[in-house]
């Protein structure tokens, strides 16, 4: 799988995709070390990715089977509604990516 | 050749693993804060175009309830972490002293153990039968707690499922 940091720096303005476009960003941008927000996008359906598999790996032994039951039904509601969380961040990063690459191509 | 199968182990009085419960918690507290940091990075007007602009606001509208119920239950699993690793070192210093008074406690029942263990003496089963009697309302009690904190947690994660349900 893939780090947060690595898809984090893919995006970098330093020569990743999102660096082809710099128009497309807002004054808030402007910040020192503020990441461009599709490295944000990314950065966020990464973390959401994560989350969810890490919680999915979790082997809870609650010593009662209804306890249990609920424990994994509460953990596979959460790690669903992550992923797909991420994936929407995921399409989110993919938009805004292309509104760059239009607006650079503008340009 | 003779032989004979071993006499299967006694059940523990209280079943779970404290430590995967409160791994579990901590885990929902550490996933809980990256999403929030990684939200806190993105806010909406971050983005150049509306429409995208929206699309972010409802997914922070999405994402902001399901970190914070994260947060919720990752305490409540921890706290119950707690109360499990008490219920089961009692029920150990239980199962110990019932041996040492030449008892068993088997799940949730102290009984005698089987068989011939010396000369009749009738003060000392006398003894043993109150000493019985007493670990065993501490076993229940033990375990009546137990139960109440499971059902209460039970309780909690129903709650928290219904507020992190995919719409």
């Keep these: 799988m893939t780090s947060v940091t690595e898809q984090t720096d893919r995006n970098r303005p330093t020569g990743g995709v999102a660096a082809a476009a710099p128009a497309a960003c807002t004054a808030a941008d402007a910040a020192p070390d503020a990441p461009s927000p599709a490295a944000a996008l990314r950065t966020l359906a990464v973390v959401l990715e994560r989350a969810s598999a890490d919680l ?3 082997v809870p032994f609650a010593g009662e089977h209804h306890t249990g039951h609920e424990i994994h039904r ?24 292309l509104a760059q690459h239009r607006t650079g191509q503008e340009h | 050749m003779g032989w004979s199968l071993p006499e299967p ?12 419960i409160a791994a579990l918690g901590a885990a929902l507290h550490r996933a809980a804060a990256d999403v929030r940091h990684a939200l806190d990075d993105l806010p909406p007007e971050r983005l150049a175009v509306r429409r995208d602009r929206g699309r972010l606001a409802v997914l922070h509208a999405r994402a902001v309830p399901v970190h914070e119920s994260m ?7 921890t706290e119950h972490a707690s ?22 406690v088997d799940g949730p029942t102290v009984s005698r153990r089987q068989g011939v263990h010396g000369l009749a003496d009738p003060q000392r089963e006398a003894g043993r039968e109150e000493t019985l009697r007493r670990l065993q309302r501490v076993l229940d009690a033990i375990l009546m707690d137990l139960d109440t904190e499971r059902r209460a947690l039970r309780g909690a994660l129903t709650s928290e499922h219904a507020r992190v349900r995919r719409r």
């Excluded at chain 2, 182990?9 to 995967?20: E, I, K, T, W, Y």
């Design chain 1, 56 to 58: 999915l790996a979790m």
């Design chain 1, 74 to 97: 509460y953990v596979d509601e959460v790690s669903g509604t992550l992923r797909s969380l991420s994936a929407d961040a995921d399409d989110l990063h993919r938009a805004v990516l």
């Design chain 2, 9 to 20: 182990r006694p059940a523990d009085p209280v079943l779970g693993d404290a430590a995967s």
């Design chain 2, 71 to 77: 947060d919720r239950t990752g305490a409540r699993l």
């Design chain 2, 83 to 104: 109360e499990l690793a008490d219920a089961i070192g009692l029920a150990r210093r239980l199962v110990d002293r019932a041996s040492e008074a030449g008892l068993h």
